[in-house]
């Protein structure tokens, strides 16, 4: 029988969502996605309404099973509402990959109640809860998965983005405490910054301006950060717990 993963925020094709999804798959796992076209829609890269059911098109020509549900992860409950529905539609899960995420530009004059609490609710609450739902419903004894993605605001500034790497950097600590209280379940907790990646919001003149920091000379690619992930979603990282991964290319800040 085949593994299952849930994956957050996959709702763009060209996203790093999409490929874990695809990666993943081509594990022979069945897939479970959700995303939340109002948010995509709000930002400058914008999201076509097939999108979602384009991708679990491409999901099922792996021969696995593929669902999907568009949901709000900012709701109360909708942590449960989640895996409810992955149960129901598939069975237990076996991993989680939580992908998805909310950002905005914000700096320490513009930032207020409002727009703070918009990241916390997907950042921090979400991720924290459709984990520890997750790890309590998790029975196998072995092969559990939780992998968060982060992005890297342990390593240097974020200048203008206050509100994004104050929540995300909160994962790097959930990470690691919540690797320690799941291991007795069989579950392993790991996170991954990936670093800039284009999955379609960079601009040209950026895009060179980053490439130029990169020793292999471009920028990270969503397959970059799917490759990373279906290891870590793998049996051949049973002994990895715990860990903020920093896949970056060797990107030079500065």
């Not at 989640?82 to 909310?102: C, H, Q, R, T, W």
């Not at 990169?214 to 051949?236: C, H, I, K, M, T």
């Not at 903020?244 to 800040?253: C, K, L, N, P, Q």
Request: hydrophobic share 40%.
């Amino acid at each position: 029988m085949n593994k299952i993963a849930i994956i957050t925020g996959a709702s763009r094709l060209q996203g790093i969502g999409a490929a874990i999804c695809r990666a993943l798959a081509g594990q022979q796992m069945d897939i479970f996605f959700t995303y939340w076209s109002p948010y995509d829609q709000e930002m400058e890269w914008g999201i076509k309404e097939e999108e979602p059911s384009l991708l679990q098109k491409e999901i099922l020509q792996f021969g696995v099973r593929c669902e999907k549900m568009e949901l709000n992860l900012a709701v109360k409950y909708s942590h449960q509402v989640l895996l409810d529905e992955v149960e129901s539609k598939l069975g237990p899960a076996d991993v989680l990959v939580n992908n998805a995420a909310y950002s905005t530009s914000s700096s320490f004059k513009t930032l207020d109640e409002e727009e703070l609490l918009l990241h916390y609710l997907v950042n921090v609450k979400a991720t924290s809860l459709v984990s520890c739902e997750f790890a309590k419903r998790f029975s196998k004894g072995q092969g559990g998965r939780i992998i968060n993605l982060t992005s890297g605001q342990s390593l240097a500034p974020m200048p203008g983005e206050l509100a994004y790497a104050t929540t995300k950097g909160a994962i790097e600590a959930l990470t690691t405490t919540l690797s320690a209280e799941v291991a007795e379940k069989g579950i392993t907790v790991n996170a991954v910054n990936p670093g800039p990646t284009d999955t379609g919001w960079m601009s040209a003149d950026l895009k060179r301006q980053l490439t130029q920091k990169f020793p292999r000379g471009r920028v990270g690619v969503p397959q970059d950060v799917a490759n990373l992930v279906s290891f870590l979603a793998s049996e051949q990282s049973e002994w990895i717990t715990g860990q903020v991964i920093h896949s970056e290319g060797g990107f030079m800040r500065g």
